[in-house]
């Protein structure tokens, strides 16, 4: 065993139904087939981010608000590094794969090539430039993962290992992420009188195996996916599962793509072909007939048909492109306005709570006979501007960077006007 500690290894500081292992036991465990073939796995903890999206309608300018459920599921500590595990065995083999295949540059996500969505975003709209006048079809998936097929996903799966079947092992780890079971984290805390704030408090676990039987099984607490599709989007190896998943869809593209004279990328759920005009609307039905395949669907909604064309030596479009966060008009690019307004509501609603908090202590300050203090802005500034490390201001910055995007300069630079603003109110 080397000394090392490998990727896969890592320590998570949640609360699960198990304990945190030591490396030297994960490792034991892990490259065990036998071990992993009998491993029990413990229901994911689940719990639904709700999402304000904001979108402003083209004609009348105004803004729309609605939300968007997002779920988040995390696996038990033991049960995470045996998915990273294999999930470092799985993504060599993918590798390879891309390689050999002549894809490593037409899959972007979940492949940790040490870029981001601006980096590939940018690489799209500078493939439009050079390609001139042509058309973009950008296609998106609907609830990609909860529609993933078991079988072709186990078919998949054993053809990147060059069997006919899956190994046991790997079938236990399959039918884990298949036939995965969860519990939901508010009812779950609500049982065993766990603060949603401070969940560790003392804890080092969510309850013992006892209760785990006792009290969370006996009380009907867990579900397990009834249906032959659906994957969590959690766990350490889902994304990897993704890719694999959609390998050869993704072949099948490149190949229809390097016939026609047009390039093709897929970031997770999202699809670009960039292609000469005149098979604009043939590679979008194409694509939708390969797609029905894989028994997934597009999204009909973030379906997006775009034209770019010269005009006066410009290249223009008839409208502009969205990719990955941002709209090209073919000759600039901008940041979504969604997310600009995303951005000056969090930061509003930031501040006002910070002064709300701000009253509350000055309050229970004067009532002792102490002075006031200031607001604490230090926090703020960091969270909400250009002088913090990683926030919203600071990610259109380095977009604005790699870009050499003017446009994106000016869409950032009212920010710290409005900024100063809510803060002087």
Known sequence: MTTKIPEWYRRRGYLHFDLPIA????????????????????????????SKKINRDKNTKKIDYATKERPIAYSSHVDSHIYAYYASLLSELYEQRL???????????????????????????????????????????????DTLDH???????????????????????FRSLTKF??????KLYQEFSISTNNPKNGRFRVCSARD????????????????????????PISALLSNIYMFNFDLEMKKYMNIHGGKYYRYCDDMLFIVPTPLRD??????????????VSI????????????????????????????????????????SLARYSEKMKKGIRLAKKTMKKYNSIRASKGLPKRNLYKRKLYSRYTHLGGRNFITYGLRAAKTMQSKTIKRQLKPLWRRFNDELEK
Not at 42 to 50: D, E, H, K
Not at 151 to 164: F, I, Q, R, T, Y
Not at 181 to 186: A, E, G, L, T
């Open 23 to 50: 490396y030297k036991n994960a490792y034991k465990l892990v490259t065990n087939p036998a071990l992993v073939l009998t491993h029990a796995f413990f229901p994911l903890i689940n719990y639904s981010v709700i």
């Open 99 to 145: 390689r050999s295949s002549g894809l490593d540059k037409n899959v972007l996500a979940f492949r940790g090539l040490g870029k981001s969505n601006i980096d590939f975003a940018f690489e799209a709209f500078q493939q439009i430039k050079a390609m001139g006048e042509c058309s973009a079809v950008a296609l998106d998936f609907s609830k990609f993962f």
């Open 151 to 173: 079988a072709l996903l186990k078919k998949s799966w054993a053809d990147l290992l060059g069997e006919s079947k899956l190994p046991p092992d790997h079938f236990n780890v």
């Open 181 to 186: 079971s969860k519990v939901d984290k508010f």
């Open 212 to 235: 785990f039987r006792e009290r969370v099984r006996k009380k009907n607490l867990i579900i397990t996916n009834p249906h032959p599709y659906g994957i969590p989007q959690g766990s």
């Open 282 to 295: 043939k590679v979008a039905g194409y694509a939708r007939q390969e797609v029905d395949k894989l028994k």
């Open 299 to 338: 999204n009909p909604n973030k379906t997006e048909l775009r034209t770019f064309y010269f005009k006066d030596g410009v290249l223009n479009s008839d409208r502009m492109l969205q990719y990955l966060g941002f709209m090209f008009d073919g000759e600039d690019t901008y940041i979504r306005s969604a």
